[in-house]
């Protein structure tokens, strides 16, 4: 099994994931605690933008290791789809929070809160399990929390849809009707952090399934 050779080959690799992956559980607790606490926004957004900051330098230092090196721990293409979608996760995350910033958000809707849990539980699930991609043994462990990921994203597109059924009920006016639809795209930004969340997780499990 390649997986199996993963560390003795090349350990830079794993630690290199694992750091992004925990960058960005920590990018979607900054913005949990963003919109559940929604005082002191700018310095919260700016915590967001510092931590994308940091994910975009694992990007490229990953990147970079990648053309350095000779022996990899699975298909170049497979590294590359990972390091570019973990990259992607955090993206849309400091998008979400900018965006607040952007257009002076008075009070976030309470399902953006709800939704960035998803995706902070989700993140968590991917610090979790992307240093077990190096240990063979641990195939069936890292399977559970790719479908528990799967599942999560689920729930966020029930939190999703259900504003979006209700997103234009009380609008009376122009500045409500801007309100919502700003209101609805911060939504869709949070929902696409928790659907690339699951594009990680089929990452992971066609990186498995190729090296079983």
């Known amino acids: ?20 992956a925990r960058n960005a559980h ?24 510092d931590l994308e900051h940091e994910g975009d330098r694992l990007t490229s230092e990953i990147t970079n290791l990648l053309a ?13 789809s990972l390091n570019n979608e973990l990259d992607d996760l955090v993206d849309d995350m400091e998008d979400a929070a900018r965006k607040l910033s952007l257009y002076g ?19 968590d699930l991917l610090a979790q399990g992307m240093p077990l991609l190096e240990q063979g ?27 979006q059924r209700h997103l234009y009920d009380s609008v009376k006016d122009v500045p409500d009707m801007i309100r919502a639809m700003r209101g609805g795209e911060i939504v869709n930004l949070i929902e696409d ?11 992971i499990e066609s990186i498995l399934l190729k090296n079983a």
Do not use: H, W
């Not at 099994?1 to 992004?20: D, H, I, Q, R, Y």
């Not at 920590?26 to 919260?44: G, I, S």
């Not at 008075?106 to 989700?122: D, F, K, S, T």
């Not at 928790?194 to 089929?202: L, M, T």
């Open 1 to 20: 099994m390649v997986l199996s050779k993963f560390m003795p080959s090349n350990p830079k690799f794993s630690e290199k994931f694992t750091a992004s």
């Open 26 to 49: 920590a990018t979607a607790q900054a913005l949990v605690d963003l919109l559940e606490n929604y005082t002191d926004v700018e310095a919260k957004v700016q915590r967001v933008r």
């Open 68 to 80: 350095e090196s000779f022996i990899v721990p699975f298909d170049r293409e497979d590294i590359i």
């Open 105 to 123: 958000v008075q009070q976030p809707l309470p399902q953006m809160a709800e939704l960035a849990r998803v995706v902070a539980a989700q993140c």
């Open 137 to 163: 043994s641990r195939v069936g462990e890292l399977t559970r929390i790719t479908s528990e990921i799967r599942a999560l994203e689920d729930q966020g597109d029930t939190i999703s849809d259900q504003v």
């Open 193 to 203: 952090a928790s659907d690339q969340a699951q594009r990680v997780a089929k990452t």
